[in-house]
């Protein structure tokens, strides 16, 4: 599927840029968006070492077999193909908790982390299994408590409540999740995404072997003696006191707010630092040479930035082409005038178009808008939802799917826009319903 619509985005560009005249712009947006794969690449690669250092420890020290065992019951439902017991579950566990918090230099590279594990149970290595699948749903949903960044862009242009759309955003990513889950099941049911009978299955067993003896080997859990098990209270303590404090003395956020934005605010302001410093200080009370393991964890963050590259530019190079042609704002005057008759402004049609597209073309469009109408506008609200509560569809599958050399998606690109329609609609509803009368 991603073969038709890049070749799509291209062929369209050229035609569109020929026929508007802009066939300069369309190049440059090409060499653009080029640079740009490159940069955002390569800037990845210290944050994955970071992060995959930091998981590294965690599998070692049996942390990732404890959590995934402990939620199994809920996670064997959605990924039934992932043994409960696999490191897999464990990184995904943590993508899903640092998306929900709004840490996306975290969610990134342990979503990546995420996919290389589930490679190792793929049997057929090029294609999307279910649970690939499934987890680019979830990713691409965008599940998240706090739209940080849309309320942080509501607040520098003045807005009188800027925190109103987190309840409207929540509500929307809950039903654009929803979505993705029951559109994933119900396509890898269907025969078009099915996995040819024809493809080859190859023997990992080697590389599987390799793997387990290199990676997922954690320590077998133990009773921690009573120095570490002190040791580790204080530092939970201690931690719990930061918490505290940035519950009590908020920053960033408004004394007035909701008291559940400042408790995700806080827990977000402490998760980071609770994680940097748990997971390394149980790696070494669990015996684990922390310093090691870390650096043979981050060695892998600059292979899997490089890897990327070559899947990011071709996408973003295709996306830079079709909206320097013209082709978004094409879209926007043929079904605008529809749009209107089912209570969707056409003004916010380039947002949604541009949103699975382009994270940074959508932050640009939902900058504009607010600009122009006014932070409390019903249509800025409308927006700052919508960015709130989906995901850049075609970044994320490119990303993921590119660290471990997938280039038959499957039906991951049509659960992720089913789960993007179904968070526009009910973003445009709810902040009709919430928004509609008191909006300026």
């Not at 959590?67 to 992932?82: C, G, T």
Request: glycine share 8%; proline share 6%; aromatic share 8%.
């Amino acid at each position: 599927m991603l073969n038709y619509i890049w070749l799509g985005l291209v062929v369209a560009a050229v035609l569109l840029g020929g026929l508007n005249g802009r066939l300069d712009e369309v190049t440059k947006g090409a060499f653009e968006m080029a640079g740009t794969a490159a940069t955002i690449a390569l800037g990845l690669v210290g944050i994955m070492a970071l992060w995959l250092g930091v998981m590294r420890l965690a599998e070692k020290s049996g942390l990732i077999a404890i959590l995934s065992k402990a939620l199994s019951p809920v996670m064997r439902r959605i990924f039934p193909e992932v043994p409960a017991d696999h490191p897999a579950m464990g990184s995904i566990l943590m993508n899903i908790s640092a998306n929900m918090l709004g840490l996306a230099n975290a969610a990134t590279p342990l979503g990546l982390r995420a996919m290389k594990d589930l490679e190792r149970l793929n049997p057929h290595p090029g294609v999307a299994t279910n649970a690939m699948c499934t987890f680019l749903a979830i990713n691409t949903s965008s599940v998240q408590l706090i739209p940080a960044t849309a309320v942080a862009i509501l607040a520098s242009a003045k807005s009188a409540n800027p925190t109103s759309i987190v309840g409207t955003a929540f509500v929307a990513t809950l039903c654009s999740t929803i979505a993705a889950l029951i559109a994933v099941k119900f396509f890898q049911r269907l025969k078009i995404f099915a996995i040819p009978a024809n493809e080859p299955v190859r023997d990992r067993t080697a590389e599987l072997e390799k793997d387990e003896a290199d990676v997922v080997m954690p320590v077998a859990p133990k009773p921690l003696s009573l120095v570490p098990a002190v040791a580790l209270l204080g530092f939970v303590v201690l931690c719990a006191y930061f918490f505290l404090l940035a519950l009590w003395f908020p920053q960033g956020t408004a004394v007035n707010d909701p008291g559940y934005v400042r408790l995700v605010n806080a827990l977000s302001v402490v998760a980071i630092p609770f994680v940097l410093g748990f997971f390394p200080l149980y790696a070494m009370l669990r015996g684990v040479p922390v310093y090691e393991e870390f650096t043979e964890g981050a060695k892998e963050g600059f292979t899997t930035a490089v890897r990327i590259i070559p899947y990011l530019a071709a996408i973003l190079v295709a996306i830079g082409m079709f909206r320097s042609a013209g082709g978004i704002e094409l879209l926007t005057g043929a079904v605008g005038p529809y749009l209107e008759a089912v209570f969707f402004p056409p003004e916010l049609l380039p947002m949604a178009v541009m949103r699975p597209l382009s994270g940074g073309g959508s932050m640009g469009i939902f900058t504009e808008l607010v600009a122009t109408h006014g932070p409390d506008s019903l249509i800025a609200l409308m927006a700052a939802t919508v960015f709130g509560s989906t995901e850049t569809t075609f970044y994320v599958v490119t990303v993921y799917f590119g660290a471990v050399a997938v280039r038959k998606t499957r039906h991951a690109i049509a659960a992720g826009l089913v789960a993007d329609f179904a968070g526009l609609v009910a973003a445009v509803t709810i902040c009709n319903l919430v928004f509609g009368t008191s909006a300026s």
